[in-house]
């Protein structure tokens, strides 16, 4: 190994244990961009591909994927301007109405979307928005909590990466709904607290379309060797601005023709 690659590998070490250490102790932490720059997007996924490694070799399985930064409204909101991706775990998706422990945020802030559920994989170059609708079996409709291990959530896009996208957790649905004769630009969102709307949106906010987004993540995943397979979840991306969540709660997404999910944030011990 070269002097230039162990240095390399060194933060990218180094990065990955900063935000290993702010998850374990529930206290956010620096940015990792000190570490691998602002612009080298590529070693943030190295950073994010030590996290994965770690969780699932202490017995996590990877489900599925999250894009992340799909909507101008959440682009706006962070000042980063191009779409992400993460890796979804099996203990990071929640079932409708399931309740989630406010403890296992840091930072958490709720987003409506569409999740996709794939029939087969796409493991191949150049996947289209076709191959996309033939591999999706049904989708749901789904809330992200999105959080982050950086502090304030000061993030350029190589944090972002870096910390999974800040992820957190999802929220599906139990109904599902086919993709034929759906066109999921026009599907309206609304995103309620307690009974009262504080986020609204479209599919067409999700790079003109959630169909387009997964496409997009269908190619950045073959292109960095980790294809989407049967089965899994796919979060499609933000169709409208995300909201705090500040204390415990009731978050309801609806979906114009595609149902309603429910997520039910509590203090532990409730």
């Not at 206290?27 to 602002?38: F, H, I, K």
């Not at 987004?213 to 073959?222: D, G, H, K, N, P």
């Not at 899994?232 to 609806?254: N, T, Y």
């Amino acid at each position: 190994m070269t002097v230039l690659h162990a240095a390399t590998d060194n933060r990218i070490d180094a990065a990955a244990t900063r935000l290993i250490a702010a998850a374990e102790t529930r206290t956010p932490c620096s940015p990792v961009r000190d570490l691998v720059g602002d612009t080298d997007v590529d070693a943030a996924y190295q950073v994010q591909r030590r996290l994965i490694d770690a969780k699932v070799d202490a017995g996590a399985r990877v489900v599925g994927a999250k894009i992340g930064l799909t909507a101008a409204a959440v682009q706006q909101q962070f000042g980063v301007f191009q779409p992400d991706f993460g890796v979804l775990l099996d203990d990071m998706v929640f079932a409708h109405a399931q309740p989630l422990p406010r403890s296992r945020f840091l930072q958490p802030r709720a987003e409506g979307e569409i999740a996709f559920v794939l029939g087969r994989g796409i493991d191949f170059p150049g996947a289209t928005v076709a191959d996309v609708l033939r591999a999706t079996e049904f989708v749901l409709p789904a809330i992200e909590i999105v959080d982050s291990r950086i502090a304030n959530w000061d993030l350029t896009i190589t944090d972002t990466v870096a910390d999974n996208a800040s992820s957190g957790a999802v929220v599906l649905g139990t109904t599902p709904f086919p993709l034929l004769g759906k066109d999921l630009s026009q599907v309206g969102m609304t995103l309620e607290r307690e009974g009262e709307p504080v986020s609204f949106g479209a599919g067409h906010a999700c790079l003109g379309s959630p169909v387009v987004a997964v496409a997009w993540l269908a190619r950045e995943l073959v292109r960095r060797e980790q294809p989407l397979r049967a089965g899994d979840v796919v979060m499609s991306g933000a169709i409208g601005p995300m909201v705090p969540i500040d204390e415990p709660g009731r978050f309801r997404l609806k979906l114009d023709g595609l149902g309603e999910v429910e997520a039910v944030i509590e203090e532990e011990g409730e």
